[in-house]
């Protein structure tokens, strides 16, 4: 069977994880023993952790560890109370207790059909609608009828209402040509998007995604710094933008299937 390495990143200590097959990776501020792999060593951006949160493991990885990874392998990335499960696990009946017998440590029989593994999709179309009032004023006079169509409740407008009006379509400006039209119809007709910045794919393919996204990403931050990215939706802009470019990506340019996952607090 071949393998699978999955990283999980994390800001605090995960003690039950420590003895499964998973590689353990940090980021923070919290201070971790040597069994947890730093994201502040060699090749790295940890100086933009508060921004960029799990893809400052994401982009050391990419810089120092994937280079040594065997192309045959499959590697795959979760975080901190967002795990991989196996398609046979009854997600109703998962919880603290029993979660690592059903996380995902091998590779799923039929993923020999696929070159990529990404997180089954969550939806936005069911918005409450004194949210869309308090979050969403802009874009309902700008389009009235999200208050009646679940088609019009798009990618676009949830990151409007919860991280800027108007930023992902400002970051969409700034990507290639190849991709540009293609993520700006994206995020206007998908009403759900793959979450988490969590993946399973191959060394090759893993390394065309981290050059898209971090090139991406740096043109952003001409566009919007970081002095003024204040309080939760906001300070993590550029992992927010990574989020949604990763679902148009891996459905674009890969064959891919959709795993199930599960938040366990």
């Given amino acids: 069977m071949k393998k699978l390495e999955i990283y999980c990143v994390t800001n605090k200590l995960v003690p039950n994880l420590e003895k499964t097959s998973y590689n353990l990776a940090c980021v923070g501020k919290d201070i971790f023993p040597d069994n947890y792999i730093k994201s502040d060593l060699g090749d790295n951006i940890f100086f933009k952790e ?13 810089k120092n560890l994937l280079p040594k990874i065997d192309k045959s392998t ?6 901190r109370r967002r795990f991989w499960i196996k398609e046979s696990s009854i997600k109703d009946s998962i919880n603290k207790d029993n979660l ?9 029989i039929d993923w020999i059909n696929y070159e990529s593994i990404i997180t089954k999709p969550i939806s936005l179309t069911k918005i409450k609608i004194s949210k869309i009032f308090k979050r969403g004023l802009r874009s309902l006079v700008k389009s009235p009828s999200i208050l009646f169509s679940e088609k019009k409740r798009n990618i676009k407008l949830h990151f409007d209402m919860h991280h800027g009006y108007g930023n992902l379509e400002k970051a969409a400006k700034l990507l290639d040509d190849d991709d540009r039209c293609d993520f700006q119809d994206f995020i206007e007709k998908k009403s759900n998007f793959n979450p988490h910045i969590m993946f399973i794919t191959k060394p090759e393919i893993a390394n065309r995604w981290f050059d898209a996204v971090f090139n991406w990403l740096q043109k952003c931050e001409k566009e919007f710094g970081f002095k003024n990215l204040v309080g939760y939706d906001y300070t993590r802009l550029y992992a927010f933008l990574a989020e949604r470019y990763l679902s148009f990506w891996f459905q674009k340019y890969t064959n891919y299937k959709e795993q199930p996952w599960i938040l366990i607090e």
């Fill in 100 to 108: 690592l017998d059903n996380l995902l440590y091998y590779p799923e």
């Fill in 50 to 62: 508060k921004y960029y949160s799990e893809l400052t493991f994401h982009y050391w990885f990419w």
């Fill in 74 to 79: 499959w590697i795959g990335f979760c975080q």
